[in-house]
Nanobody
Framework: QVQLVESGGGLVQPGGSLRLSCAASGSGLRFSGMGWYRQAAGKQREFVADIARDGRTYYADSVKGRFAISGDNAKNAVYLQMNSLKPEDTAVYYC?????????WGQGTQVTVSS
């Protein structure tokens, strides 16, 4: 049984920063990649960023230059440093991990950008 637990969400003013963390638990874990998605109220879930096991990273155009993803294979963890936050970044952020063709999701953490 794989469990992903996110943390680090909260309320921040425009221009501020937050760092999200996601840790996976379960035996024999080896993920080919981990990443972040987000879902704003009334909208579909969208890709934000991901990182492959070899360290390659990918970003949505909307967050390039502002967000940075990093990972720790030994800890089965992934992080998202979010800088220069905008109100349109407000959403529930979900962690995703991929292993053997299966995707696993966390429960989500709320990020609200508002003055």
């Amino acid at each position: 049984q794989v469990q992903l637990v996110e943390s680090g969400g909260g309320l921040v003013q425009p221009g501020g920063s937050l760092r999200l963390s996601c840790a996976a638990s379960g035996s024999g874990l080896r993920f080919s990649g981990m990443g972040w998605y987000r879902q704003a109220a009334g909208k579909q879930r969208e890709f934000v960023a991901d990182i492959a096991r070899d360290g390659r990273t990918y970003y949505a155009d909307s967050v390039k230059g502002r967000f940075a993803i990093s990972g720790d294979n030994a800890k089965n963890a992934v992080y998202l440093q979010m800088n220069s936050l905008k109100p349109e970044d407000t959403a529930v952020y979900y962690c995703k991990a991929v292993s053997g063709g299966s995707g696993y999701w966390g429960q989500g953490t709320q990020v609200t950008v508002s003055s």
